[in-house]
């Protein structure tokens, strides 16, 4: 499966913005997705992850309660909505998936993940 990240951009800190994961593949419906986001000079960190159905989803505590995690697998699309934006939250976020069933102590571990789209660049001014 291709995935392609869009919808990145500048904001002011308290504001929002929407990310879009766009996925090829006709098992799309199948995998478990995730965000997670690189801050320069950081290591990749885990933001959000949902499983196949949608009924399940998992967020890291640097964003609880302001990212809203979502999909479609008819659109073959995984949406990232973020409020009340920091400056902190600026990074490189990456969407990833994986069609094998991720447990939950592995859902927030990038090598959980074997397909990553590139990158779209949030930054947030304060």
């Known amino acids: 499966v291709q995935l392609q990240a869009s919808g990145g951009g500048l904001v002011q800190a308290g504001g929002s913005l929407r990310l879009s994961c766009s996925a090829s593949?006709?098992?799309?419906?199948?995998?478990?997705m995730a965000w997670f986001r690189q801050a320069p000079g950081k290591e990749r960190e885990f933001v959000a992850a949902?499983?196949?159905?949608?009924?399940?989803?998992y967020y890291s505590d640097s964003v609880k309660g302001r990212v809203t995690i979502s999909r479609d697998n008819a659109k073959n699309t995984v949406d990232l909505q973020m409020n009340s934006l920091k400056p902190e939250d600026t990074a490189v976020y990456f969407c990833a998936g994986n069609r094998n069933v991720v447990i939950v102590s592995a859902i927030s571990d990038f090598n959980s993940y074997a397909y990553w789209g590139h990158g779209t660049l949030v930054t947030v001014s304060s």
């Open positions: 593949g006709r098992t799309f419906s199948m995998y478990t």
């Open positions: 949902i499983r196949w159905s949608g009924g399940n989803t």
